[in-house]
Nanobody, 113 residues
Framework: QVQLVESGGGLVQPGGSLRLSCVASGFTFSSYPLNWYRQAPGKERELVANITRAGDNWMYAVSVHGRFTVSRDNVKNTAYLRMNNLKPEDTAKYYC??????RGQGTQVTVSS
C-alpha cells in the first residue's frame, strides 16, 4: 500500500523556520522524483519544490526561492522541506507528492504573529 505521510507543520511567527518531513512507503522511493506542493484556502495548488530521484538536482517556485530547501534521504525513504524566513503568505497546507504514485494528506503551516 502506497503511503506518503507529512509532518512538521505548525504555527510559527514571521521570520521563523520549520522543517517538513515526508515519509514514504509501499513503493520504491528512490526511483521517483518528488514534489512539494501547497494550497491555501481559496487559492490554486502551487508547486513549491521538486527534487530528482537521486537528490542531485532541484527546482523551486519563485515565491520560495532562496528561503526553502528540499532534500531527501533514500535510505530512510524520507524527503524534507526546510523553510526559513517564513512569511504570512506561506500559510497553507503543504503536501508531498510522487508523480504517478500518490500524494500525502498534508500538514498545515500557519505563519502569524
Amino acid at each position: 500500500q502506497v503511503q506518503l505521510v507529512e509532518s512538521g507543520g505548525g504555527l510559527v511567527q514571521p521570520g521563523g523556520s520549520l522543517r517538513l518531513s515526508c515519509v514514504a512507503s509501499g513503493f520504491t522511493f528512490s526511483s521517483y522524483p518528488l514534489n512539494w506542493y501547497r494550497q491555501a484556502p481559496g487559492k490554486e495548488r502551487e508547486l513549491v519544490a521538486n527534487i530528482t530521484r537521486a537528490g542531485d538536482n532541484w527546482m523551486y517556485a519563485v515565491s520560495v526561492h532562496g528561503r526553502f530547501t528540499v532534500s531527501r534521504d533514500n535510505v530512510k525513504n524520507t524527503a524534507y522541506l526546510r523553510m526559513n524566513n517564513l512569511k504570512p503568505e506561506d500559510t497553507a497546507k503543504y503536501y508531498c507528492g510522487v508523480p504517478r504514485v500518490g500524494r500525502g494528506q498534508g500538514t498545515q503551516v500557519t505563519v502569524s504573529s
